[in-house]
């Protein structure tokens, strides 16, 4: 109930029933030669929660690295007060909510005023009690002197038909279908209208709904059909056996290729998997009893781990080759496919490729590093680089994120963020403000925040991939098989030996236990 009041309100509230998840097995510290784990950790542990005025003593991002990311909290514009009896709480246009540095010029120039536990600034809704927020929000005799059905109707099925909008993945649990089923119900038995209109809006949620079923179906079958590189290379012949490059030539064809798998795994993360991949529980809500199971995250959790494919793969593929000559003709692929991800505004599939390249097992292969042009990868690294909190490539998003809005083809709408790192932002920004200010209150400028925050992926997310589809290329993509990281190990030290009694030590140990397994 507090989402739907939020909502109507113009604010996204927390979920309850969620808690810090989806860290990856190991940690990847990219964008360095040296780093030597693989997976990425989407965020890591976060000290004590800041208030909002020690937020506001923090409003812009300190240089820091990967692992320690400061919380930065925005002022931002507020709702409107409601002028008349019969107006609702009204939203202003997203575009008016923040100037170009997120900031409200406004919001400290008078002094508060309080109305029935609310506050306002110059007729802006400043904060109040959840109570009172929802108070506000139900009908009256002052409030709605004529209070029937067809003056309420289209204010909730505009309400409505937002929601399942913006929200349909809320829908997935059978309760909350049952409650928007009744309600539709109600204000479908007055005008013919509101039938119809109903009507549209139910059958659009179904079929949203159906199609994420069957995505969700789709991936559970390519993660059920996942094998480990090194059976299929025992088992098969190598003259049979495929390569990157022998599928894929091209290294622009093959960064289109990948930023049709990046957007159309965007496109099924809902908005709402954010606030409930990061709470804990619903700090505005003590109602334990309500919808408190509903943990819906795993589109953004197989996002995640389709980076950390993609990366295997990148790394699997470098390591496969016996000659080193074949090792750096591969290496020398993934960079022009990087830099390509780069010029597209594919930050994702680009910060993957690093990340493999960086991988130990592929790092150590120094003879075949030695016959690499290295100078284009040192741009990428350098793009990439993890230090003073990603300067280098939040200023490309910027840059990627500014050409969007004035593009003039389809080509120049992508954005693909590296996502770990905006998961990261989010993450940080939600536990760094605090929910509440120390009235009491709901904090309404650090949700404002998180929803501008949101917001802005969700149209990034939005946009059509405008390349031709390569089911081929695909297919490879998604489904070869990869190695494990024991096998990459294996793989790597069987190219070049090992360099000191350590690694020897390791590599007789995976012979025995893989190679006598196979």
């Not at 890591?44 to 991002?61: F, I, P, V, Y």
């Not at 389809?410 to 993450?427: C, G, N, T």
């Amino acid at each position: 109930m507090a989402k739907f009041l939020a909502e109507l309100l113009g604010c996204t509230l927390p979920s309850k029933g969620a808690s810090p998840m989806f860290e990856s097995k190991s940690h990847s510290q990219v964008g360095l030669k040296s780093s030597t784990k693989q997976k990425t950790t989407v965020f890591s542990t976060l000290g004590s929660e800041k208030s909002l005025s020690d937020c506001k003593k923090e409003q812009q991002w300190k240089p820091s690295m990967y692992n320690s990311i400061t919380p930065v909290c925005f002022t931002s514009p507020l709702i409107e007060k409601p002028i008349g009896k019969e107006s609702m709480p009204q939203t202003p246009p997203f575009s008016a909510m923040f100037d170009s540095s997120g900031y409200n010029r406004n919001l400290y120039q008078s002094a508060e005023e309080s109305c029935g536990g609310l506050y306002y600034h110059d007729n802006n809704l400043l904060s109040g009690s959840l109570e009172a927020l929802i108070q506000h929000l139900v009908p009256n005799v002052d409030y709605y002197p004529d209070n029937q059905i067809r003056k309420i109707a289209p204010k909730i099925l505009q309400l409505l038909t937002e929601w399942t909008e913006t929200f349909p993945y809320d829908f997935r649990d059978e309760r909350m279908m049952r409650n928007l089923k009744d309600l539709a119900h109600r204000i479908a038995s007055g005008e013919e209208t509101y039938r119809k209109n109903v009507q549209q809006m139910i059958q659009c949620l179904i079929r949203k709904l159906a199609a994420l079923s069957q995505y969700e179906e789709v991936l559970a079958k390519i993660s059920s059909t996942s094998t480990d590189r090194l059976t299929v290379i025992r088992t098969k012949p190598q003259s049979i056996q495929r390569d990157i490059i022998t599928v894929c030539s091209d290294p622009y064809t093959l960064a289109q290729q990948l930023t049709h798998i990046e957007l159309e795994r965007l496109n099924y993360i809902g908005p709402e998997e954010f606030v409930q991949a990061f709470v804990q529980k619903d700090p505005l809500d003590n109602d334990k009893s309500c919808y408190s199971d509903r943990k819906k995250t795993r589109n953004l959790e197989a996002y995640v781990e389709w980076f950390n494919r993609l990366s295997y793969l990148v790394a699997t593929e470098i390591c496969m080759p016996v000659k080193k000559k074949h090792r750096a003709r591969v290496i020398e692929h993934f960079i022009d496919v990087a830099r390509e991800c780069f010029n597209i505004g594919n930050f994702n599939s680009l910060m993957a490729i690093i990340s493999g390249m960086n991988m130990s097992p592929v790092s150590r292969l120094k003879k075949t590093w030695a016959k690499v042009k290295t100078a284009k990868f040192d741009v990428l690294e350098h793009q990439m680089d993890p230090s003073s909190n990603f300067y280098n490539y939040r200023t490309a998003l910027r840059g990627a994120a500014q050409r969007s809005l004035t593009a003039h083809s389809s080509r120049e709408k992508i954005v693909i963020p590296f996502f770990s790192l905006l998961i990261k932002d989010i993450y940080f920004l939600n536990e760094g403000c605090a929910n509440r200010l120390p009235n009491g209150h709901v904090n309404f400028e650090k949700f404002w925040e998180l929803a501008k925050q949101v917001s802005e992926f969700m149209t990034w997310k939005q946009v059509e991939c405008p390349f031709e589809r390569d089911r081929k290329i695909l297919q490879y993509l998604l489904t070869a098989p990869v190695f494990s990281e024991d096998s990459l190990y294996l793989a790597s030290y069987e190219s070049e030996g090992p360099e000191n009694h350590i690694e020897k030590d390791r590599w007789k140990s995976l012979r025995s236990s893989l190679l006598g397994r196979v």
